[in-house]
């Protein structure tokens, strides 16, 4: 089983701010099947990256992924409000297929 | 509206069963992998299972296999999971899911709330 670690826990910015998420894995990840979601308290998760760098649809260029094999980062170029919420990384390169256990962004 | 709708979560007794439906709308069912995803009160995400877009095919994780069953009717754009042999550790929210195995999950549902409690 491929075990993804997120780190920090949680980290605290303000708006306007940058910010980069880390996730790293046990074991590389099969042809960067990696995504990022994104959720909010009481909402589903939102997918935000696919294949490590690809943004979903609809999804703002604020966001951007990249990484391969055991190292992958989110970034979030410039806060806005609605982007605090608590950020997944997930491998579907093998089975079993695996979340990272989240970080939250909050405000500071 | 493309979007996926979960019911039958409720409360149950340890050693229970319960029947899970996600209603699909809004996209071609049948060409897609769907899932269940389950996130426990206060914890992260954890994969329970998928069902392939033909074919047949189904996976389990290691914590559920033996106990749920998952199935589906395309004829009806539905999804389903059975659970027997409910354990309080199995306490989450069900969400449904499209996609599965070596696809991303681009579409969730709301989820329905599992208790499994004496």
């Known amino acids: 089983e491929i075990v993804l670690t997120q780190s920090p826990g949680t980290l605290s910015f303000s708006p306007g701010e940058r910010t980069t998420l880390s996730c790293r894995a046990s074991q590389s990840v099969r042809s960067t099947f990696l995504a990022w979601y994104q959720q909010k308290p009481g909402q589903a998760p939102r997918l935000l990256i696919y294949g490590a760098s690809i943004r979903a649809s609809g999804i703002p260029d604020r966001f951007s992924g990249s990484g391969s094999g055991t190292d992958f980062t989110l970034t979030i170029s410039r806060l806005e409000p609605e982007d605090f919420a608590v950020y997944y990384c997930?491998?579907?390169?093998?089975?079993?297929?695996?979340f990272g256990q989240g970080t939250k962004v909050e405000i500071k | 509206q493309v979007q996926l709708v979960e019911s039958g979560g409720g409360l149950v007794k340890p050693g229970g069963s319960l029947r899970l439906s996600c209603s699909a709308s809004?996209?071609?069912?049948?060409?897609?992998?769907m899932s269940w995803i389950r996130q426990a009160p206060g914890k992260g995400l954890e994969w329970v299972s998928y069902f392939s877009n033909s074919g047949s095919f189904t996976d389990y994780a290691d914590s559920v296999k033996g106990r749920v069953t998952i199935s589906r009717d395309n004829a009806k754009n539905s999804l389903y999971l059975q659970m027997n042999s409910l354990r309080v550790e199995d306490t989450a929210v069900y969400y449904c899911a499209r996609g599965g195995a070596t696809r991303y999950f681009d579409l969730w549902g709301r989820g329905t709330l599992v208790i499994v409690s004496s």
């Open positions: 997930q491998q579907y390169g093998s089975s079993p297929w695996t």
């Open positions: 809004g996209f071609t069912f049948r060409d897609y992998y």
